[in-house]
């Protein structure tokens, strides 16, 4: 049985639809929904002829870059640009950068994007985004007496499953991901879970990319503690001393043939 085809806690996949090179599929979890492109195989003249169809925005400097630059952004893009569409009109909304290169999503919306290449002109991207009504400036509710909810930030990582051979092949890469105790930590569950440093990977991704949107702060990975894996509820437990102490954070994983997906929600 493939990951695709595996049983996973409360998860849906929806393919919506595959055009030539692209495939587009929906991957419902219980908090959050996830937007997946894949490119396969492709040429400079279909990125740029799909740079047109769908009306993503290229920068000058995406435009001069490599062809794997150009097909990484034009997928990243395009799953920002899906993810937007049931939530207003969107259809247009640009998405650029800040200073520290994370995506500027438009008013009162949270969302994250994430990309992995297999090669210059084949990869994946997912994004998600949700509207956010407790941010500052946001409608009120429609009720007077019902609580205005939480502001969420997330963020998501995805990584193609080809490169569990980067860490399992090469120690050393583990230095910069792993402290001592994870590494000792971890190092059983990789007898049964040879994926396990390729998701810890993609988790901490994810949650750079939440702490940051919360914080407005980079951390390194190491500032990050793996405390428990849990492979039934697919979820990683973290603790981070330096900015939430004593707090606990989850981040979800989901394995699929191709790809392994990490994400992660906290209350900003």
Known sequence: MSHDQMPQPEINVQDIFANGDLEYTVVQTPSLTLHRIRLHQTTAENIEHYYQQFHIDQPPQVAKASLKRQCEFFIGRLAAKFSLLGLGE??????????????????????????SMLSHSCGVAIATSLFNPATKG??????????????????????TTQHIDIFNNNPSMLNSLLSQQEYKFLKNVFKNMPEIYLILFSAKES????????????????????????PYTQTLTFYIPQLVAEQKI????????????TFCCLES
């Open 138 to 159: 946001a409608p009120a509710a429609s009720h007077p007496d019902q609580p205005r909810p939480m502001a969420k930030v997330m963020g998501i990582d995805i990584e």
């Open 207 to 230: 949650l750079t990319k939440a702490l940051y949107s919360k914080y407005q702060q980079l951390l390194y990975f190491k500032a990050m503690h793996c405390i428990a894996i849990c």
């Open 250 to 261: 989850k981040v979800h994983f989901l394995r699929f043939e191709h790809e392994v997906l």
């Open 90 to 115: 969107y259809s247009s909304f640009i998405i650029h950068k800040d200073h520290k290169g994370a995506p500027i999503w438009p008013p009162h919306i949270t969302g994250s994007i994430s990309h």
